[in-house]
């Protein structure tokens, strides 16, 4: 079953000219890895738009050169734009939709680019080029209002027109021997009330980076910007780690400080 | 030194018609059963306006009873007055200073009301009434915008003018036999967003109830309104009440929500 699955993913790439949205993550990755060893050319881009972190985006370089994946970097800093980064945080609802909007008008930039490029290269006749993302069958029973922006601007997703379940896409990539990434998450979605600015999302980088670390966090984990306030939210299993002991309290209530929180609280809905 | 401060103090109220702004706290509670004991007349006055629990109300009127001393509740619920809570919200910063001013103006018109009493009874040949409050003299180092207010309507303060200390009136309450009562402390300054409201406020009121009784707790505690969210605030000597036990924080949580807040979170920052 799901080895008839993959050959159904590598035939899509069959011939193809494939420009993949890569984020770094295990869908986009397996996405890449089968595009780049099928397709007839496959070019990966990563749209870093200033909502996930540095480590977020080295990470996805890292993973892109270990598996011998054409690899480019855009940088879009939403919040250098002042068009966008005002329309997202008009309608905070939605952002993930502009959002996403955004990052297919720039792969559509990009597309052309390398049409130019393939039109220039004689021996390749077939100049059609796709551009494919890693959404999967699950994600389209979820509301997603990102994935409604890329069929606005024709992105495929192959993993979900083949039916792939999150299960299959970790099974697949444990058959590839391709790592499973911890998930990185948009940092925009930490910022509770608007505006969406670079400050904040570099405030709650800063703080998930010395909380990951100083506590040793390996599950569910969020800093959240909420005013001047920093809430972490953290699960049950995890929550011991604080320990709710005065010394190390301190030193996180004085390094949250630093990073420019007035007050650092903890969400008691454990998730 | 005690006993001189005393002599002092009942020789303050002696042969005066007094009027105590009397909240029911220690220092309140004091000079109000001191007055009683050895003015020509006293009368106790709290105001209730809407910023102390019921059960701080109450506490008041018990106390009261208790020692004899004749009292009265002034209702004048600053939510039910447009132009007073306007004001305040208008400027939280400055909420102390007009909440006494309102305070301050309600005691004149009832220092008008006792006059005119006096001055029908024939036995009274001296009708000078004044207005005192609890204000000690260690207040006076802190910034309290209420004291400004009391003073600009001429409303004395004995204890601090004798330079009774805290610990005089605790020890000068033990030496009396007056109850050293937990002290009360005003709703509004709950409330850390405007605009103040009698919705917020009867939110942490319910709040702070549950929790005192639900985790028994006695020392230092406050619940703050922040937008929709509940910030709790405990000591370091009582936090291990919580034990971060995940039935004991769902409890919480699911009450809390039932209170009407969307979220309960834990301030860090242990006092």
Redesign the interface.
């Known amino acids: 079953m799901l080895m008839e699955k993959y050959k159904r993913l590598k035939d899509y790439f069959k011939r193809k000219n494939v420009i993949v949205s890569y984020s770094g993550g295990v869908d986009s990755l397996l996405v890449a890895k089968v595009s780049s060893d099928n397709a007839k050319y496959t070019l990966a881009i990563t749209i870093d738009n200033g909502f996930f972190s540095e480590n977020s985006i080295n990470n996805a370089v890292k993973r892109a050169k270990k598996y011998n994946i054409n690899h480019k970097v855009v940088k879009l800093n939403y919040m250098d734009y002042n068009y966008i980064i005002s329309k997202i945080n008009s309608d905070l609802k939605n952002r993930c939709y502009y959002c996403k909007k955004y990052m297919a008008s720039e792969l559509l930039k990009e597309k052309n680019k390398l049409k130019r490029k393939l039109n220039n290269d004689t021996d390749n006749n077939n100049n059609n080029i796709i551009i494919v993302d890693g959404t999967n069958y699950d994600d389209l029973f979820e509301d997603r209002p990102g994935i409604k922006a890329y069929n606005e601007y024709n992105i495929k997703s192959p993993l979900a027109e083949l039916n792939f379940s999150k299960d299959d896409i970790i099974n697949l990539s444990k058959y590839l021997n391709i790592d499973i990434p911890k998930k990185d998450t948009c940092l925009a979605t930490r910022v509770l009330?608007p505006p969406i600015t670079k400050e904040k999302i570099k405030m709650v980088e800063r703080a998930e980076e010395f909380l990951v670390s100083f506590l040793d966090i390996e599950g569910y984990f969020r800093v959240r910007h909420?005013?001047d306030?920093a809430?972490?939210e953290i699960n049950?299993e995890e929550?011991?780690k604080?320990k709710?002991d005065?010394d190390n309290?301190k030193i996180?209530?004085e390094q949250f400080k630093e990073i420019g929180f007035k007050?650092?609280?903890?969400?008691?809905?454990?998730k």
């Open positions: 009330n909420f005013y306030i809430i972490i049950k929550i011991y604080f709710m005065m309290l996180i209530n007050k650092c609280v903890l969400d008691i809905n454990l």
